[in-house]
Every structure is written in C-alpha cells, then in structure tokens.
C-alpha cells in the first residue's frame, strides 16, 4: 500500500487530500498531521485524509511521498522534525508560494537518502483554515513544479503524479524564475489590492469613501481580505523580488500619471490597448508573442540558471510546453 | 402624462429605461434617444424606451425630466442641442462619473427656465452597450446627487424620485466632493488596475507570467477591460483628482516596500490589520469612525462649499445619513 504524508491541514492541504481521495486508488492511504487539533479532527471527518495522527513523524515513517503544506515560514522547522523519521527514497515536496528559500532549507536539512521536488499549486481563495477545502480546487490550474538539484527522475515523476491526480498541469521552473514570476503575477497584486485598502481607509474622507465605493473599490481591495499569516509570510520570504516588482509598478503609475498630462488621443489609446491586450489574455491568444514594441526589458536574465543541469532542464521545459493547453490554442486559433 | 426623455441608450441609459419599466406608472412614458440606430432600436425592443425617436429635440420636447446618459465629453454638445427644445421649468440630469465639468456646461449651455441636477450612479459592470443592460443594476447602490446653484426642491425632488424608482440611495454632494471621492474609490482602482496589466503584458517575460497568472492577477487587472472611451473621458475629465491620487497610491506603495525591510512583526501588523478593518468595512461597521491613529489627512479641506447655501446642503446631508442603512448597522451593532 502507497502511503502520502500531508504536514499541514489548511486550505491547500485539506484540498489536496480531497482532490487525491476524490480519485480512489485502493492501494493509497493518506495519513495527515496539522499542530491544531481541530483541524486534524476536520480533516478526518470530511474525507481529506484516512488518519490523523498525533505527529509529524508519525505522519512520515513509511511514507512515500510527503506533501508539507505548512505555512512556509515553518517549513525548516518541519523538514527538521521530519528528517529522522523519513523512510529511505522517499520524495518530500511543498505547495510554499516561494521557492528560493525553501530549497535552500531542504538541502540544509533532509537526508542525502530522500528527494526534494518543490511545487506550488497557483490556485487558492480568500478563505484560509481546513473548513473551505475543496477537491476541485486545483482543477485546470498551473503547477510550478521546481526540482532540486539532486531530484531524480522518479523523484519528479511522482510530484507530476500527484499534480495530475488533483487536476493541476504542472509548469517547471528554477527557483529564480518562480519567486520572479509568482512576484509578479501573485505578490505584486496582493501588495497593491493591500496598499489600496489601507490608503482609502486611513484617509480622513474613509466614511465618505466607504458609502459611496462600489464594485470597482470592491474588487481591487479583494486580496487585502487573505490570511494575514500567509501574506506576511510570503513577503518576508520573498521580499527582494516583491520590492523589485513594488519598484517597477511604482513607475508605471508614474508613467500613468503624467499620460494624462498628454493629448486625449494617447490617453483613449492607453486605455483601448489595455483592453484589447487584455481580451487576448483571456482568450488565451498571446502567451507565445514577441514581446511588444517599447517592452521595457525585465532588467534581470530570465535566470535559466539550471539546477538541474541544461539537458534535463530543457528536455523538462519542453515536456511542458508541449502539454500546455493555453498554448495549444493559441496555435490553433486563425 | 409624465414623460422622462433619456438621450443616450447605452448600458446606464438602458438600465435605468428598464429599471423604470420595470415598476410601471401608467402615466409614463419613456422616450429615448441614441446617435446609433441600432440601440435605438435595441432599446425599444427590450422594452427600455416607449419610443425611439430620431433626435434629442425630439426626445425632449414636453419631457419634465431629462437623463442625459451619453459619454460624458459629450454632454456638452448635448446641452447645446437640447437647449431650445426643453420644456419649461423641465428638470435635466445625467449620469457621469465626474460632476464639476458638467456642472460648468450645463450653466454655460441650458436656459433660465430649466433646472440641472447632476447625478451619478455608483453602478456598472464591465461590459458596455444597451445589450447589457438590466432593470436591476442599480438596486442597493449609492447614487450621488449633486444639484446646481439654482436647482429647487421640487427639482432635486425629481431626481430623487427616479433615484428611489430604480432601487437606489441618495448620497448628496458637492461637485468637488464627488470628483475627489469617485477618484479616490472608483478611477484611482481604474488607474491601479490598468497599470498593472500593463506592467506585466509588457515585460519581457509576458509569456511566463501569462501562463502562471491565477485569480490575483485576474482580479485587480479586471477594470483594464472596461470600456475604453468611457475610461479616458473619466481619466481627461477628472484628470487633477485622479493625479493627486495616484500620487497618494505611489507614496501608499513606497511605504509598502520600506515597511517590508523591517521587522516580521510590523509587516505582519500591517496585513492583519488590513485584513480586519476590511472585514468591518464588508459587514458596514466602521463607517461613521472617527480617522484611525496615524491617519494621514486628505490635505484638502473636504468641501462644504454649498451649491445650495448651507442650510439647504445641511439639510441634504442630514437626510442622507438618516436614510443611510449602513450608518444604521454600525450603530445597531455590539
């Protein structure tokens, strides 16, 4: 019998849990820990795991496979608490929305005798806690899978396993690349929609502003609304490339800014451009284009630093372009 | 028989035809007016209009009330057109998202004899047009009422009737007040989420970040989709506030970004209380507080300049906050 470890029964872990028993494999048992009582009791009863049991390494031992979904400034402390008790060929991954760190961790303290594979599922909600997992969560969405150095292939054949069990499409990347990335697209949004609501609402107008806000307010202030823990983790671990990412959107709306000191022509172009590029997006259409005239460069290589090595990390970003469905249709489109 | 002319058949024009013939008075008659033929016709199709006629003049002649529901760099030459056409003592408003232009245009250009109250509906959505029009778009939302100097009562009264008619709340104003406050919660967002779709679609890595993006980046990049015409007339005509916001929003951004040098604690005091006073906001409890410690003032006087003189403006107001449910919950609260 297959046995998968989960270190940590929140939001992500309950819904991998799920995800994985919504697919029922006879010869798998889940066997979950999470430090809170509570939820190691709710996850046993809505089905996310066989067992809970009472620590992390019992959780462990004889596990092929252990997903720590902690939060991630907690993952050192658990790969220490883990290590001793880790059967000899097991493969350790996380779901952490940073990854630099992380690996450095892994390498400081899991055995030579395991493999370490990060991942990060992009998916998630407002919500945090066991109570709002969902086995579709992962459904469709991307999967940031980042291999350490010493990852074998079977080792990175499992962690695809469990992606595709859950319904994920797994995206490989270097560490580099996946903090720049996730900074960009996950992490500059929560320090903007956060930075918006504490402006609005520590103005002396907030009463008048709070009675009138509408949808617009509403959404953009949505991410403010998240787990503070997981927030606050996130951008002490991954505060370079956030601040990075602070910087160049804080010239962006400085460019903004002045455009609407320009001619009208270019102001309606700004905004028409936005929306046609954005419509693009949404239908999946550009993802393979050339970056656009007057692109202003990232400033930092995209770091194809290959943890892997070139041939393995080639042969693995080429595995995923080919399976990825965006890109697909981008083809097939007229 | 009481008749409303709406000159300009778009998705607020549509919505509010719909929203009137939704709760039908036999005694009125909608006619409507669109430069577009197509959503003249669309209009009366779905049943928005009682009649699509063939020129502003037309829509106006004998109408005790107007809506003028055009873009709003437009209204301009809309006054001029209607001008002589207007009944006497007919009452004119409209529905744009700034009110201090409109103001100035609507003394400049309609007669004596006529009285402008301007409005605002704090409703929308992204998609624009007359086919995605509904009756129910603007029920619960606040709509801003700024009359000019010379409006009286029974026309101000006028507009809070189609207000009341259509589902929505009241909120008076100046015209300084509004423009500073939509910019802050409704074009400031625009400008937020416009950047930041662009910052990233136009960075080298376009492709990656496109295929990564999750919810985050979809949700506060969602208003880049709105229509285009309608946001550079918001970003021309309200250019100074959203400026001096977007300024705000920048230095709300670098604090953000040093704050992240600090200690763990302070970043996380920071997200947590973002995520709590924004759940007190979600559930309209801190509406009447006091600016929290540490507020930074707006730096401009809020302007109880009166349009109206003070008494009436005071009355105004007072109307408002007793009318006003959510003031209502806070105090009922524990």
């Known amino acids: 019998m297959a046995r998968i470890a989960i270190i940590g029964l929140g ?24 430090e809170d009582g509570r939820a190691r009791e709710r996850a046993r009863l809505i089905g996310a795991v066989d067992r809970a049991v009472e620590s992390p390494r019992a959780a462990v031992a004889d596990a092929g496979l ?14 220490e608490a883990i290590a001793p008790a880790l059967a000899p060929d097991a493969v350790v991954t996380d779901v952490a929305s940073t990854k630099g760190r992380i690996l450095e961790w892994a390498a400081q303290h899991l055995p030579q005798h395991v493999s370490f594979v990060g991942g990060h599922p992009l998916a998630g909600k407002t919500e945090a806690g066991v109570e709002h997992a ?20 079977t080792a990175i054949r499992s962690v695809v396993g469990l992606i595709h069990a859950v319904g994920a499409q797994e995206r490989f990347m270097t560490a580099d690349e996946h903090d720049h990335f996730v900074a960009a697209v996950s992490h500059l949004p929560l320090a903007a929609s956060t930075a918006l609501f504490t402006l609005l609402r520590r103005s002396q107008s907030w009463a008048d502003f709070g009675k009138i806000a509408g949808p617009a307010y509403h959404d953009l202030t949505r991410l403010a609304s998240g787990d503070p823990d997981l927030a606050a983790d996130i951008a002490s671990m991954n505060r370079e490339e956030i601040q990075y990412w602070l910087d160049r959107y804080i010239l962006e709306l400085k460019r903004f800014r002045d455009l609407l000191d320009g001619p009208n022509e270019e102001i ?23 970056p656009r005239r007057g692109a202003v460069p990232d400033s930092r290589p ?3 630093a290959m943890l892997l090595g070139p041939k393995i990390y080639a042969r693995l970003r080429g595995v995923t372009k080919r399976a990825a469905p965006g890109a697909r249709a981008a083809r097939e489109r007229p």
Chains 1, 2 share one sequence.
């Open 11 to 34: 939001l992500i872990g309950g819904s991998l849990g799920l995800a994985l028993k919504a697919t029922p494999r006879e010869d798998l048992a889940i066997w979950g820990y999470d």
């Open 66 to 79: 252990v997903v720590v979904a902690t939060p991630a400034a907690r993952i050192a402390d658990v790969f």
């Open 134 to 153: 969902e086995a579709g969560l992962f459904q469709g969405r991307p999967y940031a899978v980042v291999p350490s150095e010493g990852a074998g292939e």
């Open 268 to 290: 309606l172009a700004e905004f028409a451009n936005a929306q046609s590029d954005r419509a693009r997006f949404l239908a999946g259409e550009d993802l393979e284009d050339q």
């Open 302 to 304: 995209s770091m194809a």
